[in-house]
């Protein structure tokens, strides 16, 4: 019967194209001596893509029962999780918490991008090491920015000149934000933003047009902080957007001369709001010189096995869970 599917010719062509086109064999069809097949061609180029598409007509050749072959070819990227980095107020390390937890994720297995969407006060190429940088063009996308620690980044401190005011309205802000999150991020399964502090314009813009999977909360120990970090929580929340955790940042300092430990923003705040709200909360990174150097000098501490990369790399762990079980 014309149309009906050719089973036996169908399995001669699947055993034929194993070596030719291996797992990117998506499926094959036979029906009346023609071959319809598609491919898998994520993360190849143009060359590439040719190449395949040779190699697969040449293996179906000796074919006597196979007259015609057509080929289809699919880039489906898998989903892309994002998780948003807020806090309720600035100065308090939100921007050094996105960098790290980025890195520790890259460490651990993930391919992570990075958004600095912090449109007024970028300053991930300062933390990450490629400041001066400018982003190429790929069509009508932005590639982002390599880095030294392995994490690709977008910034508007990409964008302008080192020092330049950024004067923008509210609707400016969100298309920018939007240029930098719909980037060609290549094969990254995961992106960080870095979002500004506060519940403005564009944290609204960016659970409106670009969903986040989840959000970390980063606040200090101290109550002025944990004010403003419910605000933040509030937002999302309201937004449908779910809540990773919250981290308490600048928790505790110890003296490097005497080694006496204070505790100069409080203590277990942030942990505390966590467990009123019923929320996870993903622990704690000290105020510590060290930290602080590092970041200055573009060295994020998730980048080196040290103490304090350890206490982002416990936090990023807790994500990874959390994504993993989302996914």
């Known amino acids: 019967m014309a149309g009906e599917e050719d089973t036996d010719t169908r399995n001669l062509v699947e055993q034929a194209l194993a070596e030719a086109a291996g797992p990117r064999l998506q499926s094959a069809r036979v029906s009346d001596g023609v071959a319809t097949l598609v491919l898998e061609v994520h993360g ?73 969407a912090d449109i007024y006060g970028p300053s991930q190429p300062r933390l990450l090491a490629n400041e001066g940088k400018r982003p190429e063009a790929q069509g009508n996308k932005l590639v982002p920015v390599p880095s030294p620690w392995g994490v690709p980044l977008l910034s508007m401190g990409h964008l302008v000149q080192p020092g330049q005011a950024i004067a923008w309205r509210g609707p400016m802000t969100a298309n920018a934000m939007g240029q930098l999150i719909d980037a060609e991020w290549g094969d990254a399964d995961t992106l960080v933003i870095d979002l500004p502090p506060g519940t403005g314009d564009v944290q609204l813009t960016m659970m409106q047009k670009h969903k ?53 923003f409080g203590q277990g705040g942030a942990e505390a709001a966590a467990k009123s709200m019923g929320l996870p909360f993903l622990g704690r990174i000290p105020l510590d010189l060290t930290i602080r150097q590092d970041s200055d000098a573009g060295r994020p501490p998730a980048a080196h096995d040290s103490p304090q990369g350890e206490a982002f790399a416990a936090i990023a762990r807790r994500v990874a869970e959390w994504l993993t079980a989302r996914k």
Do not use: W
């Open 44 to 116: 190849l180029d143009r060359l590439e893509r040719d190449r395949l598409e040779i190699a697969v007509r040449d293996a179906l050749r000796p074919l006597n029962a196979v007259r015609e072959v057509r080929v289809a070819m699919t880039a489906d990227k898998p989903r892309r999780q994002v998780i948003a980095v807020g806090s309720g107020k600035g100065g308090v390390g939100k921007s050094t918490l996105a960098a790290n937890l980025a890195v520790a994720l890259m460490r651990q297995g993930r391919k992570v991008g990075l958004v600095d």
């Open 212 to 264: 986040p999977t989840g959000a970390v909360i980063v606040s200090t120990p101290q109550d002025l902080a944990l004010m403003d970090a419910a605000r933040a929580i509030g937002m999302f929340e309201q937004g449908d957007v779910p809540i990773v955790g919250m981290v308490e940042n600048m928790a505790g300092y110890i003296c490097p001369h005497c080694g006496e430990a204070s505790e100069p």
